[in-house]
């Protein structure tokens, strides 16, 4: 059964780093792009990162980039987002996810596979 589970929320304050993790199992981790989305109270769930299948691309929504960054281990069928400078505009439940690989990676929730739970991260001013 395919389960992708996150971890490494938590409350920071403004200025401190978070790295979230996310364990997944019950498929080919190999075969799938990884992405990392977030969704705020009252907002839609939004893209935030993704990594290819084949390892070669990164993808950033502009509000990260410089900030946020994703990276996999095959090996360990995990997909990591190591998050700096946050800013309490970054609070949100973040949500790892997954996508059988394609030509090219979206980054609409929509044409992922399979999703994990969640994990909150608070950033406090």
């Known amino acids: 059964q395919v389960q992708l589970v996150e971890s490494g929320g938590g409350l920071v304050q403004a200025g401190g780093s978070l790295r979230l993790s996310c364990a997944a199992s019950?498929?080919?981790?190999?075969?799938?792009?990884m992405g990392w989305f977030r969704q705020a109270p009252g907002k839609e769930r939004e893209f935030v990162a993704a990594h290819s299948w084949s390892g070669s691309s990164t993808y950033y929504a502009d509000s990260v980039k410089g900030r946020f960054t994703i990276s996999r281990d095959n090996a360990k069928k995990t997909v990591y987002l190591q998050m700096n400078t946050l800013k309490p505009e970054d609070t949100a439940v973040y949500y790892c996810?997954?996508?059988?690989?394609?030509?090219?990676?979206?980054?609409?929730?929509?044409?992922?596979?399979?999703w994990g739970q969640g994990t909150q991260v608070t950033v406090s001013s």
């Open positions: 996810a997954a996508h059988y690989r394609r030509n090219t990676v979206p980054t609409q929730p929509f044409e992922y596979n399979y």
């Open positions: 019950g498929f080919t981790f190999s075969w799938y792009d």
